[in-house]
Structure formats: C-alpha cells, structure tokens
C-alpha cells in the first residue's frame, strides 16, 4: 500500500513548478491533493491527474477566502504551504508595496494556512502534518542582500514554525519548514540563464522529502528548519 493511501493534503501554490512536483509526488504516495488557485479556472494539464480536485478563486491572503476554502474539506493528513513569491530588489528600490507583497504573498498565506489546519486538525483529533517552505537566506540572512523584503518575509516564516511547532507540542501535530536555496524551475533558469543550474534544488527532490515528512508516525522533528542546499 502506498505510504499516504487516501490520506488528504492540501498543497498550497500547487499550480507552479514547485507545487506540481509535490501534488505529483503525493499522489504517487497514494494521496488526495486538495490544491486552492488563485486562478478562476486551472489550465489543463497544469496538475497531474488522479486524486487531485483544484479550487479556483482562493486568494490566501483574505482570511475570508482561506476560511471558505478550509471549510469544504474533509479530515486533514497534512498541509504544505508552497504557495508565495519573489522581489530581487534592494532596499532602495523597495517602496512599502514591495515590502508589503512580499509580506503578503510569504507570510500572511502561511499563517492563515496554519491556523485553518490547526482547527482541521483538533476537528479530526488525529493529528497531522504542517511543512512550510521558508529559504536559505533566513538562516543566513547576508545572503538576502538586494532581496531584503523576501529575506524578511521568509526569515518571519521560519520564526512563526518554530513558534508554532512549541505552541502545539502537545496536540501530535507536527510543523517544520524547508528552507531550500535557488529552487531549479523555468522561471529561475530564465532570470539566472549563467548560473550553475546544476547545483540547484530539484523540484522532485524536494518533493520526495516532502512526502518523506508527512509519512512520519511521530513528529519527532517538530520545530526543525531544515537546510535544502542541493550542491549550492
């Protein structure tokens, strides 16, 4: 049987490069993928098919939005908050809209995720999985030089996992974060064509951790910022 049979994950940002390598990956782990859009309708062929029933028109920031999307489902397995974006500017070129987008697009959709899933999770009374995507630079933030409000945003990321795995030690509900360097997708080879694309995170790779996290019978890591390097 496969390690995640009919267990349901919802997998935020599921329709970009990243997110589709996890909803694929959990799917093969025998997984039904619950996956918001912000879209009105999902391209085809975007998702894989199987097990997978998008919902367009969710927009993680408005608590609303999370809030009616939250309620159409059934018991929780795991939540894996993808969904979020990217500025390459330095402070000067980072007016309040910058900062407040980053904060917005990175931080504001994980916790309104988390919080949804927290009372998905105490409804079912089994427990459950939280993975969060954070990044290299809020570990070492001088590697969020002329990219200050994303390093910041994703730096909040971290902090609120930690916090909220202490918050939650007692309930059997697990929460980490992934904290990978220069992820290898389209979008990135075409804002970086000279860089070693080679020594960046795969998508899949990344995935396959993914669903080794929410496989775990014990949340023995509850709390861990784990390092996602690839070769970098």
């Known amino acids: 049987m ?3 049979q009919d267990r349901h994950v919802v997998v935020t ?5 990243l997110g589709a390598a ?9 997984a039904h993928c619950h996956v918001p859009a912000i879209e009105d309708s999902v391209p085809a062929g975007r998702l894989p098919e199987g097990k997978v029933t998008a919902v367009p028109k969710v927009d993680l920031s408005s608590e609303a939005s999370v809030e009616a999307f939250y309620a159409g489902l059934p018991a929780l ?10 500025a390459w500017a330095p402070i000067a070129d980072s007016p309040a809209k910058v900062f407040q987008q980053q904060m917005s697009m990175n931080l504001a959709s994980c916790v309104l995720s988390c919080r949804q899933a927290v009372l998905n999770f105490r409804k079912g009374g089994r427990g459950g999985h939280i993975v969060n995507i954070s990044a290299r630079p809020a570990l070492n933030p001088r590697q969020g030089a002329n990219m200050t409000a994303y390093t910041a945003s994703k730096a909040a990321v971290a902090a609120f996992t930690v916090a909220l795995a202490e918050e939650l030690k007692g309930e059997n509900i697990s929460v980490v974060a992934l904290c990978p360097s220069t992820i290898d997708t389209p979008t990135n ?6 860089a070693d694309h080679a020594s960046w995170v795969k998508p899949s790779a990344l995935a396959e951790l993914i669903v ?6 014990d949340p ?13």
């Open 13 to 17: 940002g599921g329709t970009g490069a």
């Open 2 to 4: 496969a390690v995640l």
């Open 77 to 86: 397995h795991g939540v894996v908050n993808i969904a979020g974006g990217f």
């Open 220 to 232: 023995i890591n509850s709390g861990a910022l784990i390092p996602v390097y690839g070769k970098a």
């Open 189 to 194: 080879r075409a804002d970086m064509p000279k």
């Open 212 to 217: 080794a996290q929410l496989s775990l019978s």
């Open 22 to 30: 996890v909803v694929a990956a959990l799917v093969k782990a025998g």
